[in-house]
């Protein structure tokens, strides 16, 4: 463009003395720097669209950053409140928790005590006037021992199952399930003998915990199999597998009695019975085993039929050794 404007005024400064034919050039020359600055004008405008546009655009961007940088400083602080609150009432969670424990404890002592005295008193009034009471009077007396220690038996199950994860999950280790089935065969000896039962287990996984956790559960698992057994010599099997979530499955199968499937959701609940009370204990202990397995973040399920035995399946994610 300015080599045309320049043109132009050599061409206008000689103007006398141009030809026809340089004529005809400025003319063209003209008609250019009048295009050029069509097209200057043309854009400007376009541009200044443009411009106005893009102003437009970002005082909007502006206005809703202020008022999303408004909301979220007034979600900040709603949340550091809700935060104060949270933390109020785990600390008052604890605090109950901790009164609970020392609650369960003295009650569980307490109870504990006059028990003991009823049936020490019991006993000693079978013994001395055993020749003066009737078969009524002893049988009445077997009822008031057997029930003296049954409540016994409650309360120490209640309170076992009390203190489960009062300890949290610390000073855990790598623990060998085999390792931990021979301890439990060691513990359940007199009933294994008696019953003539037969503990059969394959390599087993390691896992990480607190070794006394995994004694509970699977001794309450093989003394159950024990205890319900059928007429068969008891036999349970201890297996395992990985599953596809890498996770670990270990399966304690039995040929014992079974158990309906109407009670298999209920099965877990603590003080739960299903045999009518035909057998010793509280009933408490396959809520222990439940209880010890949501400790770690695992599960616990039953399949089982009546006759056909039963089998527990434990998951265990992310407490594998490597």
Same mark, same amino acid.
């Given at each position: 463009?300015?080599? =045309?404007?320049?043109?132009?005024?050599?061409?206008?400064?000689?103007?006398?003395?141009?030809?026809?034919?340089?004529?005809?050039?400025?003319?063209?020359?003209?008609?250019?720097?009048?295009?050029?600055?069509?097209?200057?004008?043309?854009?400007?405008?376009?541009?200044?669209?443009?411009?106005?546009?893009?102003?437009?655009?970002?005082?909007?961007?502006?206005?809703?950053?202020?008022?999303?940088?408004?909301?979220?400083?007034?979600?900040?602080?709603?949340?550091?409140?809700?935060?104060?609150?949270?933390?109020?009432? !785990?600390?008052?969670?604890? =605090?109950?928790?901790?009164? !609970?424990?020392?609650?369960?404890?003295?009650?569980?002592?307490?109870?504990?005590?006059?028990?003991?005295?009823?049936?020490?008193?019991?006993?000693?009034?079978?013994?001395?006037?055993?020749?003066?009471?009737?078969?009524?009077?002893?049988?009445?007396?077997?009822?008031?021992?057997?029930?003296?220690?049954?409540?016994?038996?409650?309360?120490?199950?209640?309170?076992?199952?009390?203190?489960?994860?009062?300890?949290?999950?610390?000073?855990?280790?790598?623990?060998?399930?085999?390792?931990?089935?021979?301890?439990?065969?060691?513990?359940?000896?007199?009933?294994?003998?008696?019953?003539?039962?037969?503990?059969?287990?394959?390599?087993?996984?390691?896992?990480?915990?607190?070794?006394?956790?995994?004694?509970?559960?699977?001794?309450?698992?093989?003394?159950?199999?024990?205890?319900?057994?059928?007429?068969?010599?008891?036999?349970?099997?201890?297996?395992?597998?990985?599953?596809?979530?890498?996770?670990?499955?270990?399966?304690?199968?039995?040929?014992?009695?079974?158990?309906?499937?109407?009670?298999?959701?209920?099965?877990?609940?603590?003080?739960?019975?299903?045999?009518?009370?035909?057998?010793?204990?509280?009933?408490?202990?396959?809520?222990?085993?439940?209880?010890?397995?949501?400790?770690?973040?695992?599960?616990?399920?039953?399949?089982?039929?009546?006759?056909?035995?039963?089998?527990?399946?434990?998951?265990?994610?992310?407490?594998?050794? =490597?």
């Amino acid at each position: 463009m300015f080599k =045309s404007i320049d043109a132009l005024h050599h061409y206008i400064t000689q103007l006398v003395t141009l030809s026809e034919q340089d004529k005809k050039v400025m003319v063209q020359h003209i008609s250019a720097i009048h295009s050029e600055l069509e097209d200057i004008n043309s854009n400007y405008k376009s541009s200044e669209k443009e411009r106005d546009l893009a102003t437009k655009y970002l005082n909007k961007t502006i206005i809703d950053l202020e008022r999303n940088h408004k909301q979220l400083s007034e979600a900040n602080t709603f949340l550091a409140h809700q935060n104060v609150i949270i933390d109020n009432n !785990l600390q008052k969670l604890i =605090s109950a928790y901790e009164e !609970l424990e020392q609650f369960t404890y003295i009650a569980s002592h307490d109870l504990k005590s006059p028990l003991r005295t009823i049936s020490s008193y019991a006993q000693l009034l079978q013994a001395r006037y055993t020749d003066k009471l009737d078969a009524k009077a002893h049988e009445y007396l077997d009822i008031i021992i057997q029930s003296m220690h049954n409540m016994t038996d409650v309360i120490d199950d209640s309170l076992a199952y009390s203190r489960i994860g009062r300890e949290g999950l610390k000073r855990t280790k790598p623990i060998k399930i085999k390792d931990v089935i021979e301890i439990v065969n060691k513990n359940l000896e007199t009933e294994i003998k008696e019953s003539h039962a037969q503990i059969i287990y394959e390599e087993l996984p390691t896992i990480v915990g607190k070794k006394t956790n995994f004694i509970q559960l699977f001794q309450n698992l093989i003394a159950n199999s024990i205890k319900y057994r059928s007429q068969e010599k008891p036999i349970v099997t201890i297996t395992s597998r990985v599953e596809d979530d890498d996770s670990w499955c270990i399966l304690v199968t039995d040929n014992g009695r079974g158990i309906e499937k109407i009670y298999h959701d209920s099965i877990f609940q603590p003080f739960k019975r299903i045999d009518g009370g035909n057998v010793s204990g509280a009933g408490i202990g396959l809520a222990i085993c439940k209880k010890i397995c949501t400790m770690y973040s695992g599960k616990i399920s039953i399949d089982s039929e009546v006759d056909q035995g039963t089998t527990f399946t434990i998951l265990l994610k992310d407490l594998i050794q =490597s």
